[in-house]
């Protein structure tokens, strides 16, 4: 799990948390009630906290699916120069003369496909 998933998850619990924690002090205190204008502050402090982490997860998933975008695109080449090379073993070893099962078992290639690098190579 990423750190900056992790910290978007823990910062509105830590929030909560943190102002759960001095309102239940001052009431087990015996302090009187917070003064309107407090909750209102506490309350405007609460949407500025919630506005905050919600951009942060909008931010968090547009750099997540950058992410994505480009490991899908290595991926891709991965498989691309992967391909290559089993092919050029292939033709390597059918130029040598192995069987099309030789090819297939040693590259990782199909049989069918196996054959047929080793019919044009003989050729």
Do not use: F, N
């Amino acid at each position: 799990m990423s750190p900056l998933l992790v910290l978007s998850l823990a910062l509105p619990a830590a929030a909560a948390g943190a102002l759960a924690y001095v309102l239940m002090r001052r009431q087990r205190a015996g302090a009187p009630a917070a003064p309107p204008a407090l909750e209102e502050q506490l309350a405007a402090l609460e949407q500025r906290i919630s506005d905050r982490l919600h951009d942060m997860d909008w931010r968090h998933a547009s750099v997540l699916d950058r992410i994505s975008a480009t490991t899908d695109s290595l991926q891709s080449d991965i498989d691309w120069l992967t391909g290559e090379r089993m092919i050029e073993q292939a033709i390597q070893l059918a130029r040598k003369g192995a069987e099309p099962e030789a090819i297939a078992g040693e590259v990782g290639l199909e049989l069918e496909e196996a054959r047929a690098i080793a019919r044009l190579r003989r050729h």
